[in-house]
């Protein structure tokens, strides 16, 4: 791919580089399209030569090779399409799959600016519109312009003063055409950013539309859409004003012009000047003169569209992906580590300090609580472990090893996530356990289950471990869910495991087994959790108490909450107390 590139300047050059067409079907292609172009442009000759013989014996041969040469370009041009065709989904290919890995390598402050369903129309609408201008509109250019060339020197050939009228005249139409391409171009690009924009209000919609229908707002969306259509609509009205007038000055110059060679060569024929058959083969070259000039045309019209369109990808493209910095000693395999260390880590966001000095550390066979008020920072520590982002300064450490010594994705296989909201996927239990895992026994899969209170109820399901559960798991509760999220960090068999407020939709009884597995892993990995229930907070080994980004205290609840009135406050905010569980 050619990262280079700014999108600012995009020359056709660009797009070849860019989307890199098969030489092979492109060369078959523009073979087969050359090939039935001469073809197409011997019929007429042969043509003048059977209108000749009408007025004496017509030979039979002739009309036999007007026949068989009409079928062999029909053959031709049928390859040539099918051959294209292929080239043009190849194409599509290549670049869906560059912008599919580099979407996977962005980092996450990519996805805080820019909207995902940005970059579904990117990969949906825009790599289509470029894979057509270097397969099927590009070996139409060649075509067409061979066709218009030779078809001249033949023109000139039948007929000199004929064809020297028509270089002067078809030119002339370039003055009105192409300020309609350019601005053909211009509609094209404003329409593929409203079509992306109606995919993302589309897509939020109806991913949300318990919510829009809970707050009553059909009637807000409705009109939403409908603003959305129109701007497509007064968008679509305007390309269709300026086809509305180029194509019946199209088609009035052609009626004109061949007019004009009708009345013309009437007049050669009249004197004796021409045949009669040279002057139907001169109105048959003329069409085949004519298809091309508008082909040309069109082409540059969509290549303007083609180049907004790759100037879209090359935004992706050009993104900077996750820093992949590996230091001379740098950790290149998984290894198992004991303790995960923060040593004066500070973060900002948007220049507003998030994290002022923050230090502690855990080791496996703990569980250890992180409490504070919303907006303290603690989601914010797990980004930072999990390496969404790099802190500004601090260090963090798995054992000895500094963070900035292994790759994101390396270190990142020491943690597994459990989120608030179980975000799942479309597939079956099985499927969303194992996420992220290549090789898993049955056996593993029910324990992690077990683990996380999850196999009985998966059991119950109408295919068990293999039952589907719709698009973010709408087919299961908001406890199940959380369980199956649950079983899947488990498996993963981190040295970490971080959990955000992952008891926050478990009943009191599933909470209790939860607690109770947590205690078992906690033999093997370190737990870090996100905790609001005392209940929770309680049974753990720890807890850190975040202050305005800082901690300011790290021990048990007992001895916190009688030395630490921050803490004191904030289980007594929340209508608790110590002896609540």
Known sequence: MNDNNNGSSLSFVDI?????????LFFSA????????????????????????????IDIKLIVWIIAFSLLESVASSISQFL??????????NLREALWNKTLQLPMKYYQKN????????????????????????????????????????????????????????????????????????????????????????????????IVKS?????????????????????????????????????????????????????????????????????????????????????????????????????????????????TNSVKNKNSFNTLILSHITFSYHEEQVLKDISFHVNKGEIVALIGESGAGKSTIFNLIERFYEPQSGEMYLDHVSFREVEPGLWRQSFSYVPQDSQLFDGTVKDNITYGLSSVTEEEIVHAAKLA???DFILALPDGYGSEIGEYGNRLSSGQKQRIAIARAFLRKPDFILMDESTANLDSESEYLLQDSLKHLSEHVGVILIAHRLSTIMNTDRILVLENGKITGDGKHETLYQTNAYYRNLIQHQGLNKNQS
């Open 16 to 24: 070849i580089k860019t989307t890199k067409p098969s030489k092979i």
């Open 30 to 57: 523009s073979v087969l399209s050359l090939l039935g172009c001469v073809i197409s442009l011997t019929v007429p000759l042969l043509i003048e030569r059977l209108i000749d013989q009408l007025k004496s014996n």
């Open 84 to 93: 294209l065709s292929v080239s043009a989904e190849k194409v599509i290919f």
């Open 115 to 210: 909207k995902s369903e940005e970059l579904v129309s990117r990969l949906t609408n825009d790599t289509t519109t470029v894979a057509s201008i270097v397969t099927d509109e590009m070996v139409d250019l060649i075509s067409s312009f061979f066709t218009l060339c030779v078809s001249i020197v033949i023109l000139l050939f039948l007929d000199i003063p004929m064809t020297l009228a028509l270089i002067i005249v078809v030119p002339l139409s370039l003055f009105i055409i192409i300020p309609f391409g350019k601005r053909f171009g211009e509609i094209a690009y404003k329409s593929q950013d409203r079509i992306s924009e109606l995919t993302m209000f589309s897509s939020q919609i109806l991913r949300n539309i318990k």
């Open 215 to 327: 707050f009553g707002a059909e009637t807000k969306e409705l009109q939403s859409g409908k603003d959305k259509f129109y701007s497509l609509y007064k968008l679509g009205v305007k390309s269709s004003i300026l086809n509305a007038v180029i194509g019946p000055f199209l088609g009035t110059f052609g009626f004109l012009l061949l007019i004009s060679v009708v009345g013309l060569g009437a007049l050669r024929v009249s004197n004796g000047d021409i045949s009669i058959g040279k002057l139907v083969a001169f109105i048959i070259y003329l069409f085949q003169v004519i298809a091309p000039f508008i082909n040309i045309n069109m082409f540059f019209t969509s290549y303007q569209e083609a180049k907004g369109s790759l100037k879209r990808i090359f935004e992706i493209l050009n993104e900077d992906v996750e820093p992949d910095h590996f230091l």
């Open 453 to 455: 209170n999850a196999h």
